[in-house]
C-alpha cells in the first residue's frame, strides 16, 4: 500500500518546502555563526534570528520585542507557568481540566509545592464556560492559563473573555496556541493575554523549535539559567536554523489564512457528512460549538477508537493526543468532559493539513466507515 493518507496534523505536520529551503543556508554555506558572536558570520545569524523575531510576532499582532525562542512548545508553557509563578507556595492558578500536558505538568508541580491551581472543567461538548472560569479569577490569582484550542477535540476556548476579566483584576493571563496558529487569526490585544506560545511543528518548521510571546512590561522569571541569549529568559546559543524555520512557518501561516482555513474546513465538514452517513451513532465531539478548521474528532459506537484505524491501515490518524499515544485509558480531556468510558474509548481524531485533497477525503471517509462496519 502507498503511504497512508495523513489526517493526524495536530500531532505534527510536514516540513514545508519553503521553509526548509529557508534554513539550509543556516545548516550549511556559511551559516554558522554564533548570533552573540560580534564579526561578520555572527552578524548575520543575529540579523536573521531578529528578522524570525518579526515574522513570529506579526503572527499575534505584537511586538517583536515579545518574542523568546525555545526548544519547543512544552518549554514555552514550562516558561510562562512557572516563570510567572516562580517558586510562591502561596501562588493561585486558575486553568482548564483539559489542557495538554506541557501546561498541566507545571500547574502540578507548583501545586505540590503549595500552589492553589483551580481547574475548570467543560460541558460535555467540550468547551469551558467563560462564567465559570471568570468566576474561579480572584484578586489573589497569580496566572490564569487557558489553551486557545484543545488539541484534542479542536475545540475553541473563550480566551478573550478570560483575559478581559482577568485584565481588570490585574491578572496575567497565558495561552496555549500550539494548535491555533494558522488556523484561526490571533491578535494578543483582542484576546488580552500576556503570554502565548507556538509550536514549530504544528505549522510545517521542524521539531525543536517553538516561541513564547511575552507581554512587555511583563515580569517572568527564567526556568533555566545561563548566559543571557533571549533577554537572560531562555540562555543558550540560539538554533538559528530552527529560529528561521519557525520565522517563514509563521509567515505562511498568517498569510492567506482566510482562504486556507475556509477550504480546509470544507473538507472537514465533506469527512463529517461521509462519517454521519455511513456510521449511524456517529457522536461528532464539539456539535455545534466553535472548532478548528481542521479538526474533527468524532466517537465511534460500539467499537474502540484503535479498532477501527486498525483496520483502515490507509488512514494515518490517532485517538487522542500523540503525548498520550499507547494508552488503553479514555482520554484525560473525553474524561473531563463526562463522557463515559465506552463513548470515550471510541475517540477518533481526524485532522486535515493544508495540502490534504478531496479525494483522499473521500477515501480516507470510505475506509474509516468500513473499519467500522468490520469491527
Known amino acids: 500500500m502507498a503511504d497512508p493518507i495523513l489526517l493526524d496534523h495536530n500531532a505534527t505536520t510536514p516540513v514545508l518546502p519553503e521553509v526548509l529551503d529557508a534554513m539550509l543556508p543556516w545548516l550549511r554555506d556559511g551559516g554558522f555563526g554564533n548570533p552573540s558572536s560580534d564579526h561578520p558570520a555572527g552578524r548575520r545569524a543575529r540579523a536573521a534570528v531578529e528578522g524570525a523575531r518579526s515574522e513570529v510576532a506579526a503572527a499575534l499582532g505584537g511586538s517583536p520585542e515579545g518574542v523568546v525562542f525555545t526548544g519547543s512548545g512544552t518549554e514555552a508553557d514550562n516558561l510562562a507557568v512557572i516563570g510567572t509563578c516562580g517558586e510562591l507556595a502561596a501562588a493561585r492558578i486558575v486553568t482548564t481540566a483539559i489542557e495538554h500536558p506541557a501546561v498541566e505538568g507545571p500547574c502540578a508541580r507548583l501545586e505540590g509545592r503549595g500552589a492553589t491551581v483551580v481547574r475548570v472543567r467543560p460541558g460535555p461538548g467540550g468547551r469551558v464556560a467563560a462564567e465559570d472560569l471568570v468566576g474561579a479569577l480572584s484578586g489573589d490569582t497569580t496566572l490564569a492559563t487557558v489553551m486557545l484550542a484543545n488539541n484534542e477535540t479542536g475545540v475553541l476556548q473563550p480566551v478573550a473573555e478570560v483575559g478581559a476579566a482577568a485584565r481588570a483584576l490585574g491578572i496575567p493571563v497565558h495561552t496555549d496556541a500550539a494548535q491555533a496558529v494558522g488556523r484561526v487569526p490571533i491578535d494578543v490585544d483582542a484576546l488580552d493575554v500576556d503570554l502565548v506560545t507556538v509550536v514549530g511543528h504544528k505549522i510545517g518548521a521542524p521539531k525543536g523549535v517553538g516561541a513564547l510571546w511575552v507581554r512587555p512590561g511583563l515580569a517572568l522569571r ?154
Open 222 to 375: 527564567p526556568v533555566l539559567v545561563g548566559g543571557g541569549q533571549e533577554r537572560g529568559l531562555r540562555p543558550g546559543t540560539e538554533n538559528v536554523a530552527g529560529i528561521v524555520a519557525l520565522g517563514v512557518a509563521c509567515r505562511l501561516a498568517r498569510e492567506g489564512l482566510e482562504a486556507r482555513s475556509a477550504r480546509v474546513a470544507a473538507l472537514r465538514d465533506r469527512l463529517e457528512a461521509l462519517l454521519r452517513a455511513g456510521v449511524p451513532g456517529l457522536r461528532v465531539t464539539g456539535e455545534g460549538l466553535p472548532r478548528l478548521c481542521n479538526t474533527l474528532h468524532v466517537r465511534f459506537p460500539g467499537v474502540t477508537g484503535p479498532e477501527v484505524l486498525a483496520r483502515a491501515p490507509g488512514v494515518a490518524a490517532s485517538t487522542g493526543s500523540a503525548c498520550h499515544a499507547g494508552t488503553t485509558e479514555p482520554s484525560g480531556v473525553l474524561v473531563a468532559m463526562g463522557l463515559d468510558r465506552a463513548d470515550a474509548l471510541g475517540a477518533v481524531r481526524l485532522s486535515i493539513g493544508p495540502a490534504t485533497t478531496a479525494d483522499e477525503i473521500e477515501r480516507a471517509g470510505r475506509w474509516l466507515v468500513e473499519a467500522w462496519r468490520a469491527a
